[in-house]
């Protein structure tokens, strides 16, 4: 490769590894790849594409997708879904930690983020568990793990921004997320059953009789049928992805403040302008990654990546091989929104070579990507549960080994056997054959 | 000074969380009204895409402001929390990169609104001039500047404190 694009993809790293805010650095490493290298582009024009690059119907999903996370978390929507959960597999060994685990997936079903997941959960989660008689290993392993499930589980931000620069299917890259979030909240379930099931420091609940967890249900029935709305609504073609999020949005609203009535009408300009912010941190992103982008696109770099990988590597295989642990050691320094748009359009033109689906690729992304969130020694998650337990790194890093290993194990079985996800989205008539047209950013 | 930056702070604030609030809420409502007049009465707003469309580029670029202030930017801390000695003078440092980069916003989006009010361009369906459009990204560049300067006078100040205790 050239030396310049070697120039200027180290200022990147450096830049962002000296804590310069992500956008910041990819726009203005873009800039400088145009100005000392090619500079009769004009910068006016570089700083329109980043305009303009938000100028996207397809984002309003983000926004409003965060906004019901918000309202779910500052209500009563997710403490309820938690208690439904509970009452249904706590008298279970180990069952608290298995509603933990589920509580992430379903609180995923809504939000689409690790790290509020982390929050949200962590923080109530962990300190119950070890009340609970759970060992704190144990519940600060599970708790910084199992949030992945919120990038795993649709609706997913990075699945929406990798629909964006690819154009497969968004329902149908949607569908391919429960399989693995499926599988690994079972086997999270198995571990911790297998890891109590003769405890007896642990507190077991009663096992509850019909009546009461018709209670629990009864209660919990505003905030069960959110996901059913979003999971209805997107994949019937009822609602396209934006209109469910501004349903979701709405019900979850009319939820909190008439039904359950913990959320005050002063709360909701807080809530609003928070979810704002947070959306407007990740989708500034997207433009500075678009002006970084066309640098790329520029000195034709994914096409000489693509050059490079096909001469070195022949199997489709020993390539998926490699993109698991590359991915794995990207998702640990960056978030997944970057990494996906960053790596996303180089990585996306090599898979019609090696014959491999562009949904299924989708998936693996952002499960790869995810797992690299709570990888040692640096993933995200780690410090903000580190935080929360108020437990050291090293402690930490401990503690989510097995998780880490389950995760892996389910990432390589979606890896090498792509029918166990694609079937699903398949069956719904949501999968397309390989179109091999370019994909733009 | 002191005074100064805890008022303009609380001007900005007022601004941009109100700005922010409203502009959210018309494209929630106007989204939502478009799927209930769709399956309620067949009829379709053909406003509602570009309105919302134009709410989300306000609400990204001035919603970055209000991130400098919460310190919810983005960014990778790996070598931060690896090495603490260094989240100073990095600290500093990407605080001088946010203040280039709003002074190319300032300077080249008002260059781009120039640009609009010169060709006398609005858009498709709503007819709003686009200079309105391209005047966020100078009014971002100035909301940045203030906000990053109050930021670092905090930092700044927080460290001497520390150093003095």
Redesign the interface.
């Known amino acids: 490769m050239d030396i310049d694009v070697i120039i200027i993809l180290l200022l990147l790293l450096g830049?962002?590894?000296?804590?310069?805010?992500?956008?910041?650095a990819l726009?203005?490493t873009g800039?400088l790849g145009f100005v000392f290298f090619a500079p009769e582009t004009q910068?006016?024009m570089l700083?329109?594409g980043f305009?303009k690059s938000?100028?996207?119907?397809a984002?309003?999903v983000v926004?409003?997708f965060i906004?019901c996370g918000n309202i779910m978390t500052a209500g009563s929507i997710v403490e309820k879904l938690i208690k439904v959960v509970n009452s249904l597999v706590s008298w279970l060994p180990g069952g608290l930690g298995m509603a933990g685990c589920l509580g992430c997936g379903l609180f995923g079903a809504i939000s689409g983020s690790t790290v509020a997941t982390v929050v949200a959960l962590g923080g109530f989660m962990i300190p119950a568990l070890i009340r609970n008689g759970y060992s704190e290993k144990y519940a600060v392993g599970l708790m910084t793990t199992s949030p992945n499930l919120g990038i795993i589980i649709p609706p997913s931000i990075s699945m929406i921004l990798y629909c964006m620069i690819t154009n497969v299917s968004l329902q149908g890259l949607f569908l391919t997320g429960f399989v693995p979030g499926v599988l690994i909240m079972a086997s999270v379930c198995v571990f911790s059953y297998w890891t109590y099931r003769d405890s007896t420091t642990v507190v077991r609940m009663p096992v509850p009789n019909l009546r009461e967890v018709l209670v629990v249900f009864r209660e919990g029935f505003w905030s069960l049928m959110l996901p059913v709305i979003i999971f209805v609504g997107t994949f019937s073609g009822m609602?396209t992805a934006?209109?469910a999020a501004?349903?979701a949005?709405?019900y979850a609203f009319i939820v909190e403040l008439l039904i359950h009535k913990t959320m005050k009408f002063r709360d909701v300009?807080k809530v609003?302008?928070n979810?704002?912010?947070?959306?407007?941190?990740?989708?500034?992103?997207v433009?500075g990654a678009t002006c970084f982008g066309r640098y790329l696109t520029f000195e034709s770099v994914p096409a000489k990546i693509a050059e490079t990988v096909i001469a070195n590597i022949d199997s489709p295989l020993m390539f998926l091989i490699m993109i698991n642990f590359f991915l794995l050691v990207v998702g640990?320094?960056?978030?997944v929104?970057?990494a996906t748009l960053i790596i996303g359009p180089v990585l996306i033109p090599l898979l019609p070579t090696f014959n491999i689906d562009f949904m299924h690729f989708g998936l693996l992304m952002t499960v790869n990507l995810a797992i690299g969130y709570c990888t040692p020694?640096?993933g995200?998650s780690m410090?903000i549960a580190g935080a929360i337990a108020n437990k050291n790194?090293l402690f930490v890093s401990r503690a989510v080994l097995p998780f880490l290993i389950i995760q892996l194990a389910v990432l390589f079985v979606m890896t090498y056997f792509p029918e166990l996800v694609l079937w699903l989205p398949k069956a719904m008539g949501f999968w397309e054959a390989i179109d091999t047209s370019f994909p733009a950013l | 000074m002191a005074k100064l930056a805890v008022l303009t702070d609380k001007v900005l604030t007022f601004f941009?969380?109100w700005t922010?609030?409203i502009?959210?809420?018309v494209?929630?409502i106007s989204?939502?009204f478009?799927?209930i007049l769709r399956y309620g009465f067949s009829y379709s707003l053909s406003w509602s895409?570009e309105l919302?469309?134009?709410v989300?580029?306000y609400?990204?670029?001035?919603?970055?402001s209000?991130?400098i202030k919460?310190g919810?930017?983005?960014?990778?801390?790996?070598?931060?929390?690896?090495v603490p000695v260094?989240?100073f003078p990095?600290?500093m440092?990407?605080h001088l990169?946010?203040l280039?980069?709003a002074a190319?916003?300032i300077y080249?989006?008002i260059?781009?609104a120039i640009m609009q009010v010169e060709s006398k361009q609005s858009t498709l369906i709503l007819d709003i001039p686009t200079v309105y459009l391209?005047a966020?990204?100078p009014l971002m560049g100035f909301l940045m500047v203030v906000r990053v300067l109050i930021v670092m006078r905090e930092e700044i100040n927080a460290r001497r404190a520390e150093s003095r205790s």
């Open positions: 830049a962002m590894a000296a804590y310069v805010p992500v956008y910041m726009f203005f800039l910068t006016l700083v329109q305009f938000m100028d996207n119907f984002l309003v926004l409003f906004l609602f934006n209109e501004v349903v949005c709405v300009k609003v302008v979810s704002a912010v947070t959306s407007a941190t990740l989708l500034i992103i433009a640990m320094f960056m978030d929104i970057s020694p640096v995200v410090y790194i | 941009e969380e922010l609030f502009t959210v809420m494209a929630m989204l939502f478009n799927v895409e919302v469309r134009e989300i580029l609400t990204t670029f001035i919603g970055c209000v991130a919460n919810s930017t983005v960014r990778i801390d790996a070598l931060v929390q690896l260094l989240k990095l600290a440092f990407s990169v946010n280039a980069f190319v916003m080249f989006g260059q781009l391209f966020i990204l």
